[in-house]
């Protein structure tokens, strides 16, 4: 009998609530032990902590993160990156107005399926059913409508520590080209800040708590003292996670503003992780050691996995379903759902390419992502080879198998 066995036994016959907080306990200690490297569990170990453990993200009105890093102050002012000066100005002639582009007078109507923010072959409702939850109309209607709140919420929170780790980027990278491109990112990330807020704020009026997970990867970046730790969190794994995210749904959203406003952030995006590639890809293969590139390499692969397996809404959970249903049994539904598929998807679709051109896929590391089923995505293109109109052509071009409403 297997320990996983062994403990569901155990909760049988418990309370909802004591089967629900004591699986929860584990599953913090699960996501802890599941960092299999040593040295990159010890150094995320304050954020988990400080996230899982400690629930700061719902502690209060602020959280205070204590950033580590040097500022490099430019004297020589040499333009010596042509290809990231170039991306610079593009990202200039590229700036959008969140007021003026995008036409805030649309009417958004959350029960109008024409025009649905999320419709309703986005949730589990197969996945619910199959666990007994069968939900009226009505009701899928309000679960759908509270499902975006919630993904619109998080890319509101990504989106403010995007912004703050665009600002930290800016300050310590050592290129005065890099400067001017952090620049336009800050703008940028304070713009998506804008948007995402102004769009819960005034057409759907409900936002939730930043997810203990996100929090946790956010506060391990913002508090990490070296620049390309920063960059490679930053701008290649969450900027990666983000266009997973955002493509999905781009390709699911029936409603124009909501699909406006997607399409100029994913725009953004692609500009971001080029930036990062082209920072990171000599840095690393140039410049750091054998045995740094190797930390590097095993940072990035537990980052991936838990970006893979821990984004699981449990806020939605705890409103909807905390009655009726374990939080094990959510959890599986979530993991097997189509529309969760499809966010994999995308984001490995240009996370993988990415690691790869940038230095961070040895044949040692190569290997983990074999065993847990990422190497198909070797080979595809980075975010050198890519314009927007490309991302955003592959995010429309691919369905996920079994995206359809159930009862």
């Known amino acids: 009998m297997n320990a996983t066995t062994t403990m569901d036994r155990m909760l049988d016959g418990l309370p909802r609530k004591a089967q629900n907080r004591i699986y929860g306990v584990l599953d913090n200690l699960r996501v802890m032990g599941s960092v299999g490297n040593a040295r990159v569990a010890a150094s995320m170990a304050p954020s988990v ?36 000066y170039d991306l610079y100005r593009r990202a200039v002639a590229g700036q959008w107005n969140g007021e003026r582009d995008l036409d805030w007078s649309t009417n958004v109507d959350p029960e109008n399926p024409e025009t649905a923010v999320m419709p309703l072959d986005y949730p589990p409702f197969a996945g619910l059913a199959e666990k007994g939850i069968h939900l009226n109309a009505k009701e899928k209607l309000r679960f759908a409508n509270d499902l975006a709140s919630w993904t619109l919420s998080q890319f509101m929170h990504g989106e403010q520590g995007a912004l703050y780790a665009a600002a930290q980027v800016t300050e310590s990278v050592t290129w005065l080209d890099g400067k001017f491109y952090g ?83 994913i725009q953004d995006e692609a500009r971001h992780v080029h930036y990062g590639v082209l920072a990171l ?94 190497t198909s995505f070797l080979g595809g293109k980075n975010a050198t080879q890519l314009s927007a109109d490309d991302l955003l052509r592959d995010i429309a071009a691919y369905k996920p198998e079994g995206a359809a409403s159930a009862s």
């Open 281 to 374: 890809r000599d840095h690393i293969t140039k410049e750091l050691s054998p045995a740094e590139i190797r930390e590097r390499e095993d940072w990035a692969y537990e980052v991936a996995l838990l970006m893979r397996n821990r984004f699981l809404s449990h806020e939605i959970y705890y409103e909807w379903f905390e009655g009726r249903l374990s939080l094990k049994d959510w959890d599986d539904v979530v993991l097997k759902a189509p529309s969760m598929a499809a966010f994999r998807h995308l984001m490995f679709l240009r996370l993988i390419p990415n690691l790869e051109y940038i230095g961070l896929m040895s044949d040692r590391i190569k290997a983990h992502y074999d065993k847990s089923g990422l």
């Open 183 to 265: 620049a336009t990112q800050v703008m940028d990330e304070g713009r998506h800040l804008e948007v995402f807020l102004r769009y819960l704020d005034t057409k759907l009026q409900k936002t939730y708590a930043v997810n203990d997970n996100l929090f946790v990867i956010l506060d391990d970046l913002l508090t990490d003292g070296r620049w390309d730790v920063k960059f490679l969190g930053m701008q290649i794994m969450v900027e990666g996670l983000a266009l997973g995210a955002f493509g999905t749904m781009y390709n699911f959203t029936k409603e124009p503003l909501l699909k406006q406003l997607l399409k100029y952030v």
């Open 49 to 84: 902590v400080r996230g899982l453990v400690l629930g700061r993200a719902h502690s209060g009105d602020a959280v205070p993160m204590q950033a580590r890093h040097a500022a490099h102050f430019d004297l020589t002012y040499q333009n010596e990156f042509p290809e990231m």
